[in-house]
Structures are given as C-alpha cells and as structure tokens.
C-alpha cells in the first residue's frame, strides 16, 4: 500500500532561478529567502520519498494556445529540462517513475478523471526554478509531473484542481509499497501586465496560506474572478496548491511555512504531512 508522506506548496518564479544561479544567497535582497527553503530541504531529504508528484503549469513550452490540455500527466523515463529562450540551465534531467506514472493514470481515468497522457514531456521554470532550492541535484528522486491549465481559458476550477489532488492520493494508496511526496507549484499574487502591473497582496497570500491548511473548502468555492481579484491576474496559479491539499486527507500537521513580498510576487512555502 502506497502512502503520501508529505505535501509542499511553494512559487515559482523565473527570479528565483536567476537568484541561484547568480547564488545570491548572500544578497540581502534574497538571504532570508534562501534560509527559508533549508528546514523545508531537510525535512524533506529526512522524508526520504520513493517518488515526487509535482504538480505546475507550463508556460508555453511542452504545450501552445493551439492544444493546451486541462491536465497534463507525464508518464517517461526522462524529462528534459526546457530550453525557455536563453539557453538550457546548467542542472541535470529529472527521472521519471514510468510505473507509479501509468498506475496514477490509469487509476485517474478509472476515477473518472481524464488527463492528457505525454510520454514525451519537457519541463520548464514549473518546476526548475524551486527544485534546486528543495532537492540538491543530481536528483535521484524520480518524479510523475501533472501539468495544470491556468493559462488558457477555461481553466479547471479551485474544486477541481482539489479533487485530482484527492484521486490522486486514492491513486497512491492503492499502489505497492512507495512513499510519496505531493509537490505543487505556483506564483502567489502577481500581476504582471495593464494598469494593475506589480500588485502585490501580502494580506490575501497569507490568508490562502491559512485557509490552504485548516479550511481548503472555502478555498475551493473562489471562482477565478475573485482569485485574480484579490491577488492579481496571474495570482490563480495558487489553484494548483489545492491538488498537494487534497492528496493529504482531512486534516494535515505543518511543518514548515515561510512567506515574503519583495518584489514582483508573493513567495510562499508550505511543508504539510498528513494530520
């Protein structure tokens, strides 16, 4: 019987790939973020998971306005790191777990759930720009990625990102034996174009964060509009977080959070187990 030992909720931002790869961590721009992944990187290395699920968005690198798929499941050997425009990063591939892969999408399909099933599949800053903070490469992990819409309308709903994370964590307790660790990604608020460019929204990112551990269900009565009402256009990439909640259960015990606005977004971090 499969188990998930643990959920991270946390941004990403292509800022933060540029920070560590220019290892800012001495910055006093970006000291305090860089300490606030380190009891985050221990817990998890402590976790010692068999298997990440990383739930993110592509930003129009695997996928184009032409077929954008609501969900995304990458089932391979390998994910290749995408080339977003200058030049691939100097960190490695990431691993795929093809069987746990083709167990949650066929158990996702079962559960009437109908994802987008890549055997082939680039990743980009989804998921590059935090995993060196969390996981030091080369990564021997192997991950299963879900690739969520939160670009190209009509997007799923807060509920429906909520309920996959569910199926998801049925899915894996129907496996063998594994220990897995669901990781979602996503820019807290942020607004990155009009009249409204550089909204930032402290006060609602820590109230998500809140709610994200004791109440999710109210989170997922928000509609889109009132996401990217209270935390700006690009902001509904937090809808992904509710997938790592819903994988947890009922009830979850926190671990680690850390929260900072400094620039353009809100950064934020999570570490739950299962309560």
């Avoid at 709903?157 to 990604?185: E, L, N, P, Q």
């Avoid at 990217?228 to 959070?257: D, K, P, Q, T």
Wanted: charged share 20%.
């Amino acid at each position: 019987m499969g188990q998930i030992v643990g959920g991270i909720g946390v941004s990403h931002a292509p800022s933060l790939a540029r920070a560590y790869d220019q290892d800012k961590r001495d910055d006093p721009e970006w000291r305090d973020i860089f300490e606030s992944y380190k009891p985050a990187a221990a817990w998890l290395e402590a976790l010692q998971p068999d298997a990440l699920v990383m739930v993110y968005n592509d930003h129009v690198n695997q996928f184009f306005f032409d077929a954008y798929p609501t969900f995304a499941l990458g089932v391979a050997e390998i994910f290749a790191q995408a080339d977003e425009g200058w030049g691939k990063r100097a960190l490695p591939d990431l691993r795929g777990d093809t069987r746990l892969g083709w167990h949650i999408a066929r158990s996702l399909v079962a559960d009437e759930f109908d994802p987008t099933i890549c055997q082939e599949m680039v990743v980009d800053h989804g998921v590059y720009s935090i995993l060196p903070f969390l996981m030091a490469p080369p990564w021997e992990t192997p991950i299963v990625p879900l690739a969520v819409n939160v670009i190209q309308h009509p997007l799923p709903t807060a509920r429906r990102c909520f309920d996959i994370g569910a199926a998801i964590g049925r899915s894996v307790a129907s496996y063998d034996d594994a220990r897995v660790v669901v990781m979602a990604t996503g820019g807290m608020s942020h607004q990155l174009h009009g009249p409204d460019f550089g909204h930032v929204n402290p006060d609602w990112d820590n109230e998500f964060l809140d709610l994200l551990e004791s109440d999710p269900a109210v989170l997922c009565e928000l509609d889109h509009s009132e996401y990217m009402r209270r935390g700006g256009a690009e902001s509904i990439e937090v809808i992904m977080w509710l997938a790592m909640r819903g994988a947890l259960g009922s009830a979850v015990r926190n671990i680690h959070r850390a929260y900072f606005a400094p620039m353009l977004t809100g950064y934020g971090l999570v570490c739950f187990e299962p309560g």
